[in-house]
């Protein structure tokens, strides 16, 4: 007996991605690896999102609270008729289904479709999402008039109590849309029939495999690639998708004649003589830019769409940590400092205070990635002007230990083309961030967030136990960060001794 495949819209925008992940999707979910402490905060931030959205709309009726499907077809094709506003309105067509997030009445028999984005920019695929809605909705005979996209105003400041009206920027996309359901018939047809094949398409791995989202299959369509493999080149991926499809796996099988950059060209040379390529004379003269006594600073910062304090703003970075490690000599004892908030009040004003007195008036600031922890600075001057003249002293130390590294003036193959500090301190130190409870910086925002109740998983907060611990994987997670760029400047040291 023929299975009937329902294309969703979650499902046509992974077949718009992959057919062969869209395959898995309909026949082998199983497979697909579940989503991470990290994408379950960004899918939680979004419906956190579509909750203040409903906001706009205090007359709406919702209808995403209906577990059962049959039911919310049901209910949402009686709901039609009463001209409200209605929230999750589901529609139902041959093969498709779909759900909208708002369905606004827009004159007598009409209605607009309003989208809602966590995201601060317009990007191609809501259009694609929004494009599949307005088929199905056309397909079941709801009448479209036009077509929004209400997505967060960055430029709101938060004044009291979250103001909908404020938050969310709207934008008229029916031309858009327009444009983007010419054709949407084939392309459901194809991914119906691709569907219900009884494996999965031969698709070879490229660009799509990132493009618009991190495919979560790649573990399984990637391991077949060398170590150093030709999608580590740095810079545009054409270029790697290019060599991938004529035949090169791995960096050091580039032919000779093939054009690369600067950049590309050191990758190539370290692939084939396995060895670091150092520019001695450019990292000399970093390191001779350095004043002593040497201060390592690091911050983790949180950032969430629905602003949490007073005069912030949507996706600000809102500092909560900060590590410190000062080094009077290169091979002088470590001095290290650390600061942890505590609870879920505005963390700022504290770390400020904290730090300030753990910054004498002379020495470089050494950060990894400047711009960072420049821009992290210069909003605590605009919050809080009375520290704006101490910050400013501040900002004309800080030394970027990314730059030798992000100018390839030290380069080694198992860098993998990033000069970001959790490649580069395994390839130049015996060190790693590997098996580390926390390990990266989104990672640390999630898990403060967590801790402080901001984020809640599965409706329970963590228990005192937990939090104990997550704060000590914090605590490492960042005084690994100084700590490893301290273990890096002394290799260069070392390089050029
Ligand atoms: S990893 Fe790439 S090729 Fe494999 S399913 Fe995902 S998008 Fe398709």
Same mark, same amino acid.
């Given at each position: 007996?023929?299975?009937?495949?329902?294309?969703?819209?979650?499902?046509?925008?992974?077949?718009?991605?992959?057919?062969?992940?869209?395959?898995?999707?309909?026949?082998?979910?199983?497979?697909?690896?579940?989503?991470?402490?990290?994408?379950?905060?960004?899918?939680?931030?979004?419906?956190?999102?579509?909750?203040?959205?409903?906001?706009?709309?205090?007359?709406?009726?919702?209808?995403?609270?209906?577990?059962?499907?049959?039911?919310?077809?049901?209910?949402?094709?009686?709901?039609?008729?009463?001209?409200?506003?209605?929230?999750?309105?589901?529609?139902?067509?041959?093969?498709?289904?779909?759900?909208?997030?708002?369905?606004?009445?827009?004159?007598?028999?009409?209605?607009?479709?309003?989208?809602?984005?966590?995201?601060?920019?317009?990007?191609?695929?809501?259009?694609?999402?929004?494009?599949?809605?307005?088929?199905?909705?056309?397909?079941?005979?709801?009448?479209?008039?036009?077509?929004?996209?209400?997505?967060?105003?960055?430029?709101?400041?938060?004044?009291?109590?979250?103001?909908?009206?404020?938050?969310?920027?709207?934008?008229?996309?029916?031309?858009?849309?327009?444009?983007?359901?010419?054709?949407?018939?084939?392309?459901?047809?194809?991914?119906?029939?691709?569907?219900?094949?009884?494996?999965?398409?031969?698709?070879?791995?490229?660009?799509?495999?990132?493009?618009?989202?991190?495919?979560?299959?790649?573990?399984?369509?990637?391991?077949?690639?060398?170590?150093?493999?030709?999608?580590?080149?740095?810079?545009?991926?054409?270029?790697?998708?290019?060599?991938?499809?004529?035949?090169?796996?791995?960096?050091?099988?580039?032919?000779?004649?093939?054009?690369?950059?600067?950049?590309?060209?050191?990758?190539?040379?370290?692939?084939?003589?396995?060895? /670091?390529?150092?520019?001695?004379?450019? %990292? *000399?003269?970093? &390191?001779? +830019?350095?004043?002593?006594?040497?201060? #390592? $600073?690091?911050?983790?910062?949180?950032?969430?769409?629905?602003?949490?304090?007073?005069?912030?703003?949507?996706?600000?970075?809102? /500092?909560?940590?900060?590590?410190?490690? %000062? *080094?009077?000599? &290169?091979? +002088?004892?470590?001095?290290?400092?650390? #600061? $942890?908030?505590?609870?879920?009040?505005?963390?700022?004003?504290?770390?400020?205070?904290?730090?300030?007195?753990?910054?004498?008036?002379?020495?470089?600031?050494?950060?990894?990635?400047?711009?960072?922890?420049?821009?992290?600075?210069?909003?605590?001057?605009?919050?809080?002007?009375?520290?704006?003249?101490?910050?400013?002293?501040?900002?004309?130390?800080?030394?970027?230990?990314?730059?030798?590294?992000?100018?390839?003036?030290?380069?080694?193959?198992?860098?993998?083309?990033?000069?970001?500090?959790?490649?580069?301190?395994?390839?130049?130190?015996?060190?790693?961030?590997?098996?580390?409870?926390?390990?990266?910086?989104?990672?640390?925002?999630?898990?403060?967030?967590?801790?402080?109740?901001?984020?809640?998983?599965?409706?329970?907060?963590?228990?005192?136990?937990?939090?104990?611990?997550?704060?000590?994987?914090?605590?490492?997670?960042?005084?690994?960060?100084?700590?490893?760029?301290?273990?890096?400047?002394?290799?260069?040291?070392?390089?050029?001794?």
């Amino acid at each position: 007996m023929n299975r009937k495949i329902i294309i969703s819209k979650s499902k046509y925008l992974a077949g718009l991605q992959c057919l062969k992940y869209l395959w898995y999707r309909v026949n082998a979910s199983e497979e697909i690896p579940e989503p991470d402490f990290t994408a379950r905060f960004i899918f939680n931030q979004g419906m956190l999102v579509g909750e203040y959205a409903k906001k706009l709309y205090p007359e709406g009726i919702d209808l995403g609270k209906i577990g059962d499907l049959k039911e919310q077809l049901v209910r949402t094709s009686e709901l039609l008729s009463e001209r409200k506003p209605l929230f999750e309105a589901s529609c139902s067509s041959g093969s498709v289904y779909s759900r909208a997030d708002i369905l606004v009445p827009a004159d007598t028999d009409r209605w607009d479709i309003m989208e809602v984005k966590s995201s601060t920019k317009l990007k191609e695929d809501y259009i694609y999402d929004v494009s599949f809605q307005k088929y199905c909705l056309d397909k079941a005979g709801v009448k479209i008039r036009k077509c929004y996209l209400a997505n967060i105003n960055n430029q709101y400041i938060r004044r009291g109590d979250i103001n909908p009206g404020q938050l969310f920027k709207k934008t008229d996309i029916t031309v858009e849309v327009g444009e983007f359901l010419i054709g949407i018939e084939d392309r459901i047809e194809e991914m119906l029939e691709v569907a219900a094949r009884t494996s999965p398409p031969e698709i070879l791995i490229g660009k799509h495999c990132n493009e618009p989202y991190s495919c979560p299959l790649k573990d399984r369509c990637w391991g077949f690639l060398p170590d150093n493999h030709i999608f580590n080149l740095y810079g545009s991926k054409d270029k790697a998708a290019e060599l991938f499809n004529k035949g090169v796996l791995s960096i050091k099988d580039i032919p000779d004649w093939y054009n690369l950059n600067f950049k590309q060209k050191i990758q190539l040379e370290c692939a084939k003589t396995e060895k /670091p390529k150092i520019n001695k004379s450019e %990292i *000399l003269k970093f &390191i001779n +830019s350095l004043e002593y006594p040497l201060y #390592f $600073l690091d911050f983790e910062t949180f950032s969430t769409a629905i602003p949490l304090y007073e005069g912030v703003r949507p996706y600000q970075r809102i /500092p909560f940590q900060y590590s410190i490690h %000062i *080094l009077d000599t &290169i091979d +002088s004892k470590l001095c290290h400092y650390d #600061f $942890l908030a505590e609870g879920a009040e505005d963390p700022r004003e504290e770390l400020l205070l904290n730090l300030k007195y753990k910054i004498d008036e002379a020495g470089s600031i050494i950060v990894y990635y400047e711009s960072f922890e420049k821009g992290v600075l210069k909003e605590l001057a605009e919050a809080f002007p009375e520290y704006s003249q101490w910050i400013d002293s501040i900002l004309t130390r800080i030394v970027d230990l990314y730059k030798p590294f992000g100018n390839f003036h030290y380069y080694h193959s198992s860098q993998k083309g990033s000069a970001s500090v959790k490649n580069v301190l395994p390839a130049i130190t015996d060190l790693s961030y590997e098996g580390m409870e926390i390990a990266d910086g989104m990672a640390a925002s999630v898990s403060f967030l967590y801790i402080c109740g901001n984020f809640v998983i599965n409706e329970s907060r963590p228990a005192k136990e937990e939090v104990e611990k997550v704060r000590k994987s914090l605590i490492k997670y960042c005084g690994m960060d100084t700590g490893g760029m301290i273990h890096i400047l002394r290799a260069l040291v070392k390089e050029v001794e």
